[in-house]
């Protein structure tokens, strides 16, 4: 009876794996919202007092990364770099420079794919806080947007007294926020830790990380969501081996203008939204941090690009496009490493 398996969603498109034969010890299950999304946190070994103390703290270090990288709070930290309209290096946090140094890094090997200055492009297409009507941009603008965006345009500058980032285009504005949720998780897993607590699953939006075992005393099981199923239909299955997994779905958030879907991933090469077949990317990495920053400049690059992307970096990804009516698979030899069979 080993077998049989509960399933959970945790994250976007991924499922957590649980034994449900038996009765192990009950897990602390705390949740919450946080950067327009859910969190959730599955930790064993703690009493019902410790979660509730836990509780409370993992929603206040949540609300201070919202608050300090969120575009959609005008008096964060990011919205007011945006807001600035020049170029002398503005002082920022340790934690900003290490996911903007980490993004453009990730941005430059996808060749501008996952590209965190398109901000203004965001806006225009009514993906960010400044609500556009659901028309289609017209050409002008497109281009005119384009021309406020560019990885060019940000450097992160370290000196003796800190860190500062300076845009060279004063109209630049930066858009974390396909990050936001990989850097929450890894700080969550840092929370953790600094607890004393070393079996967890941490997960905020469509990326989560793990560590050790499950209250079942087993690792922890997380699968990938078939794209079109509603009821948990598993994919693949994963041992994640305390590594940080994220996936970028493109079928997940999206409006339909004129019968066509309008992804919320723009492609920085056109300004323009992504159309094509690439339904869903999802990395495995060190931290849930990369894995996020990856997954979303591979479902920019599209099916071909992003294989031979993910080839070349020796990424662990898992691809699903669709061909017809048909979903197929595809998945780097990094990424079978994780593979489990039941
Ligand atoms: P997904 O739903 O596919 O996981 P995310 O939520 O991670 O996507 O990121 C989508 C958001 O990222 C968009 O709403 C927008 O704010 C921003 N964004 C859009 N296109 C890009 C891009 N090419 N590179 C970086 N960020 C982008
Ligand atoms: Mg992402």
Redesign the pocket.
């Given at each position: 009876m080993g077998n049989i398996l509960c399933r959970t969603s945790i994250a976007?498109a991924l499922i957590l794996l649980t034994a449900c034969d038996g009765a192990p010890p009950p897990a602390q299950v705390l949740e919450g919202k946080t950067m327009g999304t859910v969190w959730r946190v599955n930790v064993a070994g703690i009493d019902a007092a410790r979660a509730a103390a836990l509780r409370q703290k993992i929603q206040q270090q949540l609300d201070a990364d919202d608050q300090e990288l969120s575009t959609w709070k005008a008096d964060s930290a990011l919205s007011r770099f945006n807001q600035y309209r020049g170029s002398e290096p503005q002082r920022v946090s340790e934690n900003m420079a290490d996911i903007i140094t980490l993004s453009l890094r990730i941005g430059r090997k996808t060749d501008g794919?996952?590209?965190?200055t398109?901000g203004q492009l965001?806006n225009l297409w009514g993906?960010?806080p400044v609500k556009a009507p659901p028309t289609t941009p017209d050409p002008q603008a497109i281009a005119a947007a384009k021309a406020d965006t560019g990885l060019q345009y940000l450097r992160v500058i370290q000196r003796d007294d800190g860190q500062y980032l300076q845009k060279t285009l004063p109209a630049l504005s930066v858009?974390l926020?396909?990050v936001g949720e990989g850097f929450a998780t890894d700080h969550l897993a840092r929370l953790m830790e600094q607890e004393g607590l070393t079996n967890y699953l941490v997960s905020v939006g469509?990326a989560v990380l793990t560590r050790g075992s499950n209250s079942g005393g087993r690792p922890w099981r997380v699968a990938i969501q078939k794209p079109t199923d509603r009821e948990n239909a598993v994919q693949a299955r994963i041992d994640l081996q305390g590594h940080g997994i994220s996936t970028?779905?493109?079928y997940?958030?999206y409006y339909e203008l004129d019968g066509q879907r309008i992804s919320?991933?723009?492609?920085?090469r056109t300004g323009r939204p992504i159309t094509h077949k690439l339904v869903s990317a999802t990395v495995i990495a060190t931290t849930a941090l990369e894995a996020?920053g990856w997954d979303?400049g591979l479902?920019?690059l599209g099916l071909e690009q992003a294989k031979a992307v993910a080839l070349r970096e020796k990424l662990a990804v898992y691809l699903i496009s669709k061909r017809g009516d048909r979903f197929e698979s595809w998945m780097s030899p990094q990424f079978a490493a994780f593979l489990i069979e039941n």
């Open positions: 976007l794919a996952m590209d965190i398109l965001v993906f960010g858009d926020s396909t469509g970028s779905g493109s997940r958030n919320h991933v723009i492609d920085p996020d979303t479902m920019v």
